[in-house]
């Protein structure tokens, strides 16, 4: 649902904008650099988790 990868200026994350188990969609990447950045990124990948159901497949 997510890919993080560490660089120099930080956590890079990117989301998927819409499930699939064949060829996500995936939303442009973010530099997460603190941690309060890091928090607000999960609490909106639980958001969206939580929206998701088995019909988006």
Known sequence: MAQLSLTDEGLLWTRV???SR??????SP???RTSAE???????LKK???AWSDSDD
């Open 17 to 19: 904008r819409r499930p």
């Open 22 to 27: 064949n060829s996500p969609e995936w939303l």
């Open 30 to 32: 973010k530099t997460l």
């Open 38 to 44: 890091l928090r607000d990124a999960l609490a909106e």
């Open 48 to 50: 969206h988790m939580a």
